[in-house]
């Protein structure tokens, strides 16, 4: 039988005395309560929930709401804000302008309040976005203003159960170490939450910015053509209206939103995880473009950066895969650039996407890079800071294609390049599924895929990635493979064959393992098309089933 411990009843009391929340005291205190009759699940529930602190990871702070050190709650939001705070100052930015967003998750609001207070307390010029706004506009935010720092509100794509803390530094650029670990000492010194001092003193981001943003993205396309009818979702997020007024500035007009998603909701109530990549998370959309008859359609994660497409195929309509988005949108950046303005142009990806964009930048005389995942990563790829960056991609649907002003991944931006290139196509008779066509002819057949073990044990993702280590893994679905383990630069093991690669990685912002898979399959025409594309999809079948099985195995 577990008992309560002394020390962890101790730690538990603690944290309700210095909870600045009545509401997180009172649930820390009911789960207390419980664990100290007896109850050893409530034992185990006060355990994980006194774990933290809460780490940053690949895109910032993100986790359960709940009270407790090990979740998201004021409580934590007001002594990261002073750990910033705190590393900002040594880092000789006191005093400094900090922009603050949020999403319109549960509870972000109260937490976007409390990290302006929190700043403003610690001496800092504050200004908060007036209202929920996707994340790419904070970003834009603090890049157009030079702001010393940013701080976004958001869990992003996660479950409606989360949420999280973003932060943005060097020029709207996102948190890299060392600084995330410099930001997470400075929290580990500062005092309980209710000593830490607060004023409500801030001050509102002015329309003008907002209209900034929007000006900008609705001047990407390169295009002339206008002609293209979009479905559109945002998932119950905060992207609608941005989204609309951003795409109808460019031009594009001919808009039918899936009004079930259109409205900010935190419960999500038509999706089981509001993800673009889930199952069934676009269903709704794809059933709209069929019934309007759409050329193309959106879907937007719910902070909208993240941007998924959805084409109508000879089976359907189907979503393209996050590969596919980055390599088109690759091609259509570097196919249009200005050269004078951008005589060296650079692309990157991560090295758990398709290597497909390596050959595109070759043939069209850029310079590619690969990084580790996440935007943070990418926007400094090459020498480091992203010098000539002109567009960067992750498979997980981030794209940037306009670095210049969003040091981010834009899923509104993505999207209005998107639509310049499918009307672009559509008036020469051609669609998106044409252009990947003529990139598999011109660079060989690329086909991925992605397997994701979701766990509840946290301690099963190590143990996992240890099991692999421990034996190595030779063979996949009847092929030979080499296994290269690429620590301590990253917890990713790399398994590799002629016209075969797999990555396999813990993810950064959920609690699961990700195996990335693609399989390459040489093209002599568009004749060979069909053949080569039955000869991709049997391997990487029968690949996916190889990898799903280790995954999955005892």
């Given at each position: 039988?577990?008992?309560?411990?002394?020390?962890?009843?101790?730690?538990?009391?603690?944290?309700?005395?210095?909870?600045?929340?009545?509401?997180?005291?009172?649930?820390?205190?009911?789960?207390?309560?419980?664990?100290?009759?007896g109850?050893?699940?409530?034992?185990?529930?006060?355990?994980?929930?006194?774990?933290?602190?809460?780490?940053?990871?690949?895109?910032?702070?993100?986790?359960?709401?709940?009270?407790?050190p090990?979740?998201?709650?004021?409580?934590?939001?007001?002594?990261?804000?002073?750990?910033?705070?705190?590393y900002?100052?040594?880092?000789?930015?006191?005093?400094?302008?900090?922009v603050?967003?949020?999403?319109?998750r549960?509870?972000?609001?109260?937490?976007?309040?409390d990290?302006?207070?929190?700043?403003?307390?610690?001496?800092?010029?504050?200004?908060?976005?007036?209202?929920?706004?996707?994340?790419?506009?904070l970003?834009?935010?603090?890049?157009?203003?030079?702001?010393?720092?940013?701080?976004?509100?958001?869990a992003?794509?996660?479950?409606?159960?989360?949420?999280?803390?973003?932060v943005?530094?060097?020029?709207?650029?996102?948190?890299?170490?060392?600084?995330?670990?410099?930001?997470?000492?400075?929290?580990?010194?500062?005092?309980?939450?209710?000593?830490?001092?607060?004023?409500?003193?801030?001050?509102?981001?002015?329309?003008?910015?907002?209209?900034?943003?929007?000006?900008?993205?609705?001047?990407?396309?390169?295009?002339?053509?206008?002609?293209?009818?979009?479905?559109?979702t945002?998932?119950?997020?905060?992207?609608?209206?941005?989204?609309?007024?951003?795409?109808?500035?460019a031009?594009?007009?001919?808009l039918?939103?899936?009004e079930?998603?259109?409205?900010?909701?935190?419960?999500?109530?038509?999706?089981?995880?509001?993800?673009?990549?889930?199952?069934?998370?676009?269903?709704?959309?794809l059933?709209?473009?069929?019934?309007?008859?759409a050329d193309?359609?959106?879907?937007?994660?719910?902070?909208?950066?993240?941007?998924?497409?959805?084409v109508?195929?000879?089976?359907?309509?189907?979503?393209?895969?996050?590969?596919?988005?980055?390599?088109?949108?690759?091609?259509?950046?570097?196919?249009?650039?200005?050269?004078?303005?951008?005589?060296?142009?650079?692309?990157?990806?991560?090295?758990v996407s398709?290597?497909?964009?390596?050959?595109?930048?070759?043939?069209?005389?850029?310079?590619?890079?690969?990084?580790l995942?996440?935007?943070?990563?990418?926007?400094?790829?090459?020498?480091?800071?992203?010098?000539?960056l002109?567009y960067?991609?992750?498979?997980?649907?981030?794209?940037?294609?306009?670095?210049?002003?969003?040091?981010?991944?834009?899923g509104?931006?993505?999207?209005?390049?998107?639509?310049?290139?499918?009307?672009?196509l559509?008036?020469?008779?051609?669609?998106?599924?044409?252009?990947l066509?003529?990139?598999?002819?011109?660079?060989g057949?690329?086909?991925?895929?992605?397997?994701?073990?979701?766990?509840?044990d946290?301690?099963?993702?190590?143990?996992?990635m240890?099991?692999?280590?421990g034996?190595?893994?030779?063979?996949?679905?009847?092929?030979?493979v080499?296994?290269?383990?690429?620590?301590?630069?990253?917890?990713?093991?790399?398994?590799?064959?002629?016209g075969?690669?797999?990555?396999?990685?813990?993810?950064?912002?959920?609690p699961?393992?990700?195996?990335?898979?693609?399989?390459?399959?040489?093209?002599?025409?568009?004749?060979?098309?069909?053949?080569?594309?039955?000869e991709?999809?049997?391997r990487?079948?029968?690949?996916?089933?190889?990898?799903?099985?280790?995954?999955?195995?005892?």
């Open positions: 039988m577990t008992k309560l411990g002394t020390e962890l009843r101790d730690a538990a009391f603690r944290w309700i005395a210095d909870d600045v929340d009545p509401d997180a005291r009172l649930e820390l205190q009911k789960v207390l309560a419980t664990a100290m009759a109850d050893e699940s409530a034992v185990a529930a006060l355990a994980d929930r006194m774990a933290g602190p809460l780490q940053f990871g690949t895109a910032g702070l993100r986790g359960p709401l709940r009270a407790g090990n979740g998201m709650n004021r409580s934590v939001v007001v002594r990261t804000t002073a750990g910033l705070a705190e900002l100052r040594v880092q000789g930015r006191s005093g400094g302008l900090v603050v967003g949020r999403d319109a549960h509870g972000s609001e109260n937490f976007c309040s990290v302006a207070e929190v700043l403003t307390g610690a001496g800092f010029d504050v200004r908060v976005l007036p209202r929920p706004l996707p994340t790419p506009v970003a834009f935010a603090v890049r157009a203003i030079g702001a010393v720092a940013g701080v976004q509100v958001t992003s794509h996660n479950p409606k159960a989360d949420n999280g803390y973003k943005y530094l060097d020029a709207g650029a996102q948190i890299v170490p060392p600084a995330d670990r410099q930001i997470e000492a400075a929290i580990a010194k500062v005092p309980a939450a209710v000593s830490v001092p607060r004023v409500a003193a801030w001050q509102p981001v002015g329309e003008d910015l907002i209209e900034a943003y929007a000006d900008r993205a609705s001047s990407l396309p390169r295009g002339k053509a206008r002609e293209l009818r979009v479905a559109v945002a998932l119950h997020g905060v992207g609608s209206e941005t989204l609309l007024e951003v795409l109808g500035r031009g594009f007009t001919d039918h939103l899936v079930s998603q259109a409205s900010p909701d935190p419960d999500f109530p038509t999706v089981s995880f509001p993800n673009p990549e889930e199952p069934g998370a676009t269903d709704e959309l059933a709209l473009a069929a019934a309007v008859q193309l359609a959106i879907a937007l994660d719910p902070d909208a950066d993240r941007c998924a497409l959805g109508r195929g000879p089976d359907g309509w189907r979503m393209l895969r996050g590969d596919e988005t980055g390599v088109l949108l690759g091609n259509q950046v570097l196919s249009t650039l200005d050269k004078q303005a951008n005589p060296d142009p650079l692309v990157a990806t991560t090295i398709s290597e497909l964009l390596r050959s595109v930048a070759k043939a069209h005389g850029a310079r590619y890079d690969e990084t995942t996440g935007f943070k990563w990418l926007v400094r790829a090459g020498d480091g800071n992203g010098t000539g002109v960067a991609y992750e498979e997980a649907l981030g794209h940037c294609v306009d670095p210049d002003y969003v040091r981010d991944k834009d509104i931006s993505a999207a209005v390049l998107a639509c310049d290139l499918a009307a672009t559509k008036a020469e008779g051609r669609d998106l599924l044409d252009a066509d003529d990139l598999a002819v011109a660079h057949l690329h086909l991925t895929d992605q397997v994701s073990l979701r766990v509840a946290l301690a099963l993702i190590g143990a996992t240890r099991r692999f280590r034996t190595p893994i030779t063979e996949l679905g009847g092929t030979e080499s296994q290269t383990d690429l620590e301590p630069k990253a917890d990713v093991l790399v398994l590799r064959a002629e075969l690669r797999v990555l396999i990685r813990p993810s950064g912002t959920e699961k393992v990700k195996a990335y898979l693609e399989v390459v399959t040489p093209v002599t025409g568009l004749d060979a098309l069909p053949q080569a594309r039955a991709g999809k049997t990487l079948t029968k690949v996916r089933e190889a990898i799903t099985a280790l995954l999955t195995a005892p």
